[in-house]
């Protein structure tokens, strides 16, 4: 399974920004796909997740409500759409892929907001 994320950059606090992540190779369903982030200095955390079955999502709780994460019709691509950024969502996030109890990575878009 390959992962390529894209819709990084730097936006201004309180502006937006789209993160896409496509799947491609040997996807199945049922399958859950989202994001997690990482700081500098700072443990890895999961930002959003959507699930193929069901679509039921899950957020960390500093996303909710400013976050949206969503999927293609296909169940191949997930977006993020995160609106009111603030200088604290300053990360590389990454996109993930569960399937068949095993976990995959795309390499990470980095995402920088200023103050």
């Known amino acids: 399974v390959q992962l390529q994320a894209s819709g990084g950059g730097l936006v201004q606090a309180g502006g937006s920004l789209r993160l896409s992540c496509s799947a491609s190779?040997?996807?199945?369903?049922?399958?859950?796909m989202g994001w997690y982030r990482q700081a500098p200095g700072k443990e890895r955390e999961l930002v959003a997740s959507?699930?193929?079955?069901?679509?039921?999502?899950n957020y960390g709780d500093s996303v909710k409500g400013r976050f949206t994460v969503s999927r293609d019709n296909a169940k191949t691509t997930v977006f993020l759409q995160m609106d009111s950024l603030k200088p604290e969502d300053t990360a590389i996030y990454y996109c993930?892929?569960?399937?068949?109890?095993?976990?995959?990575w795309g390499q990470g878009t980095l995402v920088t907001v200023s103050s």
């Open positions: 993930y892929r569960w399937q068949r109890n095993r976990d995959y």
């Open positions: 959507i699930g193929s079955s069901s679509g039921t999502t």
């Open positions: 190779g040997n996807i199945f369903p049922p399958n859950t």
